[in-house]
């Protein structure tokens, strides 16, 4: 899927708005899984820092 991805995002065979959408979609079971790959190819890096406050 991710190879796929690539070779249409290199062919501009969508608008970036909608190619980001079906790259999301297409890849949205590995980012839940946590997948590294899927994270590098939408920009975000996997390991990011996170910090949790309390709501209240």
């Known amino acids: ?3 796929t ?6 062919a501009g065979r969508a608008a970036d708005q909608h ?19 899927a994270y590098a ?3 975000y890096a996997h390991d990011a820092p996170v910090e949790l406050t309390p709501w209240c």
Do not use: C, D, T, V
């Open 19 to 37: 190619f980001a959408f079906i790259a999301r979609e297409a890849l949205r079971s590995r980012l839940k899984a946590g997948w590294p790959a």
């Open 41 to 43: 190819f939408l920009g």
């Open 1 to 3: 899927m991710l190879a």
């Open 5 to 10: 991805l690539e070779r249409w995002k290199e």
